[in-house]
């Protein structure tokens, strides 16, 4: 069994910054592709950026240019950068990580997400 768990959200203002974090713990070999996800209210969930193991990124069109996201398979995490914030950034934030278990399974995994809030 494999747990995530994000934390860095919460209430900031237009223009202001915050740092998601999220770490995975239990059986894991190896990681694969990691990424973030969010939700906003009556909207489907949807994808803000993701990162490979060769540490190639991808950002959805909505974020280039301000959000940043990055890994460290040692410390099993991975992070979301997020600048210039919008009130439309306003979700809850999902990290999801592929994961080799030591069982040698190919899984996928989500955290149970972190709110952010952007308003003033």
């Known amino acids: 069994q494999v747990q995530l768990v994000e934390s860095g959200g919460g209430l900031v203002q237009p223009g202001g910054s915050l740092r998601l974090s999220c770490a995975a713990s239990?059986?894991?070999?190896?990681?694969?592709?990691m990424g973030w996800y969010r939700q906003a209210p009556g909207k489907e969930r949807e994808l803000v950026a993701s990162i490979g193991s060769g540490r190639s990124a991808n950002y959805a069109d909505f974020v280039k240019g301000r959000f940043t996201i990055s890994r460290d398979n040692a410390k099993k995490s991975v992070y979301l950068q997020m600048n210039s914030l919008k009130p439309e950034d306003t979700a809850v934030y999902y990290c999801?990580?592929?994961?080799?278990?030591?069982?040698?399974?190919?899984?996928?995994?989500w955290g149970k997400g972190t709110l952010v809030t952007v308003s003033s």
């Open positions: 239990g059986r894991i070999f190896s990681f694969n592709t």
């Open positions: 999801n990580m592929g994961v080799l278990t030591t069982d040698l399974y190919d899984m996928d995994y």
